[in-house]
């Protein structure tokens, strides 16, 4: 992916869900209403940067690099619903310790880095599933266990069809003897 210096990029940090999570998780959407999210948009987003300048690029990398190796396993065990924004979403019922740390030790380096990113308030870790959705049914299903470890820095491109997600870094948070080498 070539990064024009003087272009502004749509940027967030993320977990990546792996095939078997997405395919779990666009059986959650089939008996929703509203636009589903596409398969290859499935993710947990940890940090949401917005319009950056493309020189943040660079930066992202690093502390995408630096993060902490662990070892994060999900259970996607709810279904829930934003309705001032009208998004249905599936998530889990308590935090986990790990993830917290993760979005916590994300922002942290953002900030001390002095990059603006959006944080509104708690942190509410879901998957988004439908846009212009209406309020879910209430969804039986066997939860999904995630082993989240993928973190990927994405550039979100805005076309006619909508958004389409572009993985821009990406890193295992698994594997300790990886050290800080962030792929391109």
């Given at each position: 992916?070539?990064?024009?210096?003087?272009?502004?990029?749509?940027?967030?940090?993320?977990?990546?869900?792996?095939?078997?999570?997405?395919?779990?998780?666009?059986?959650?959407?089939?008996?929703?209403?509203?636009?589903?999210?596409?398969?290859?948009?499935?993710?947990?987003?940890?940090?949401?940067?917005?319009?950056?300048?493309?020189?943040?690029?660079?930066?992202?990398?690093?502390?995408?690099?630096?993060?902490?190796?662990?070892?994060?396993?999900?259970?996607?065990?709810?279904?829930?619903?934003?309705?001032?924004?009208?998004?249905?979403?599936?998530?889990?019922?308590q935090v986990p310790d790990g993830l917290a740390s993760l979005e916590q030790e994300l922002h942290s380096a953002l900030s001390a880095r002095g990059i603006?990113?959006?944080?509104?308030?708690?942190?509410?870790?879901?998957?988004?599933?439908?846009?212009?959705?209406?309020?879910?049914?209430?969804?039986?299903?066997?939860?999904?266990?995630?082993?989240?470890?993928?973190?990927?820095?994405?550039?979100?491109?805005?076309?006619?069809?909508?958004?389409?997600?572009?993985?821009?870094?990406?890193?295992?948070?698994?594997?300790?003897?990886?050290?800080?080498?962030?792929?391109?």
């Amino acid at each position: 992916m070539s990064i024009n210096p003087n272009d502004k990029l749509r940027l967030f940090f993320a977990l990546w869900p792996d095939d078997a999570v997405k395919t779990a998780l666009m059986q959650l959407q089939a008996p929703m209403q509203g636009r589903w999210i596409p398969y290859g948009n499935l993710h947990l987003t940890l940090a949401f940067l917005g319009m950056q300048p493309a020189s943040v690029v660079t930066t992202a990398k690093e502390i995408l690099a630096q993060l902490q190796p662990r070892d994060e396993t999900l259970v996607i065990d709810k279904v829930g619903y934003f309705p001032r924004n009208r998004v249905a979403w599936a998530g889990t019922h308590q935090v986990p310790d790990g993830l917290a740390s993760l979005e916590q030790e994300l922002h942290s380096a953002l900030s001390a880095r002095g990059i603006a990113y959006d944080r509104h308030g708690t942190f509410k870790p879901h998957i988004t599933l439908a846009r212009d959705a209406s309020l879910p049914a209430d969804i039986v299903f066997d939860p999904i266990v995630w082993r989240a470890h993928h973190v990927v820095l994405v550039q979100s491109v805005t076309g006619s069809d909508g958004s389409v997600y572009e993985v821009v870094a990406s890193r295992s948070l698994h594997d300790p003897a990886q050290g800080g080498n962030a792929s391109s």
